[in-house]
Every structure is written in structure tokens, then in C-alpha cells.
């Protein structure tokens, strides 16, 4: 899976979790600071993430940065998603 299709996901993950439309989504934006995501909706996010993409999170990989901005997101999620669903 490329970063752009996982961009694509988040997107639309992050709309049904905030219940709006994310017209302006792209790699650059911060997920916290643009999207006004809480700690309890960004919980909600992982679990989505884990479900629909087959992620294993590693909570001892989960750095800061990792959640800058959705381009660092998908960046992550690319480098753990199960090498069989790569593709």
C-alpha cells in the first residue's frame, strides 16, 4: 500500500471519527493541531487503523513524531503494515 492510498484512509477514517467532511487533508496536515483530535478520538483512530488495515501497533514505536502530521501517520503505518498486504 502506497502513502497516498493511506493518506486517502486516514481521511476517511478521520471523517467518520470526527463526523465531518475533511475537505483539506493532505500530508501536511497536523492531526492534532489541524483536526482539534483528542487523545480519546486518536485512540479511536488506532483501533479503526488496526481493524480496517490489519495494523499491529508496537505502543513502544509510538513516538511524537509519529503523530505530526498525517504524512508521518502514513509513513508508519507503511513500514508496519504486513508485508502480505503490501502491495
Same mark, same amino acid.
Given at each position: 500500500?502506497?502513502?497516498?492510498?493511506?493518506i486517502?484512509?486516514?481521511?476517511?477514517s478521520?471523517?467518520?471519527?470526527?463526523?465531518?467532511e475533511?475537505t483539506? #487533508?493532505?500530508s501536511?496536515t497536523?492531526? #492534532?493541531?489541524d483536526?482539534?483530535?483528542?487523545?480519546?478520538? #486518536?485512540i479511536?483512530?488506532?483501533?479503526?487503523?488496526e481493524?480496517?488495515?490489519?495494523? +499491529?501497533?508496537?505502543?513502544?514505536?509510538?513516538?511524537?513524531?509519529? #503523530?505530526?502530521?498525517a504524512?508521518?501517520? =502514513?509513513?508508519?503505518?507503511?513500514?508496519?503494515?504486513?508485508p502480505? =498486504? +503490501?502491495?
Open positions: 500500500m502506497e502513502s497516498k492510498d493511506i486517502e484512509h486516514l481521511q476517511n478521520l471523517s467518520v471519527i470526527l463526523d465531518r475533511l483539506e #487533508f493532505s501536511e497536523r492531526i #492534532f493541531d483536526l482539534g483530535l483528542n487523545s480519546m478520538r #486518536f479511536e483512530l488506532l483501533m479503526s487503523l481493524d480496517t488495515l490489519g495494523l +499491529v501497533m508496537d505502543p513502544d514505536s509510538l513516538e511524537p513524531e509519529v #503523530f505530526h502530521s504524512g508521518s501517520l =502514513a509513513e508508519y503505518i507503511r513500514t508496519r503494515l504486513d502480505a =498486504a +503490501v502491495g
